[in-house]
């Protein structure tokens, strides 16, 4: 029904944010791995929606990409994940670090979100895994590296490279999981121009 809103962001709270879209403020609930991405109060934003529908409430839930509204509105496929739920486990890992996590079958790493036990997180991989792909992860991966600190709607995707996904494979080899593992690489400033071993000595930083 309403595919984003853009507009003037007005606040941001723990979940929520207000957006003034046609001279009306938009009260939109948002996971964590949004806000850390929002612009000062002011800049203009766009935020793909998702409006529920219920007897009582209609609430309206926000993501900076399509992408982030397709994983959110995929999780709501999961039995016994509503929208509470998914916004839970979007808060606890950001949509690139959760496709990972289906990826590798990762359950513990989405068990982290509150309300979302191990045998949820599990059904969340059983019944995602078939929608989810690598190709779809590793773009993801480096836009959270290159593009944090942009405005919603603003990143652009790009692929890990080659030395980087073999830190990342000898951090796993190390017992890390992968989205720890993803999660130090990304952190490594210049990544990109360094060689594996030199990514593998500077990510471990992150992990003490």
Do not use: C, W
């Not at 929520?16 to 939109?28: K, L, P, R, T």
């Amino acid at each position: 029904m309403i595919s984003y809103i853009k507009g003037p962001l007005i606040e941001a709270g723990d979940e929520v944010i207000v957006v003034e879209a046609g001279s009306i403020g938009y009260n939109i609930h948002v996971p964590l791995s949004l806000l850390e991405t929002l612009p000062p109060a002011g800049t203009e934003v766009r935020i793909y929606t998702y409006l529920r529908v219920q007897e009582d409430a209609m609430t309206l839930y926000g993501f900076g990409s399509r992408q982030d509204l397709k994983i959110f509105k995929q999780l709501l496929g999961v039995s016994s994940v509503g929208p509470k739920g998914a916004l839970a486990i979007l808060s606890a890992l950001s949509p690139a670090d959760l496709r990972l996590a289906i990826v590798t079958g990762d359950a513990k790493a989405i068990a982290k979100a509150p309300g979302i036990g191990l045998k949820t997180a599990q059904r969340v991989i059983l019944d995602l895994k078939e929608k989810v792909s690598m190709e779809d992860v590793l773009p993801s991966l480096a836009e959270d590296a290159s593009g944090a600190a942009a405005p919603a709607g603003t990143r652009q995707a790009a692929g890990m490279n080659g030395t980087m996904k073999e830190a990342v494979d000898a951090l796993v080899a190390l017992g890390y999981s992968p989205v720890e593992a993803a999660k130090a690489v990304r952190k490594v400033e210049g990544a990109a121009e360094m060689a594996s071993e030199q990514i593998l000595k500077a990510s471990l930083r992150y992990m003490l």
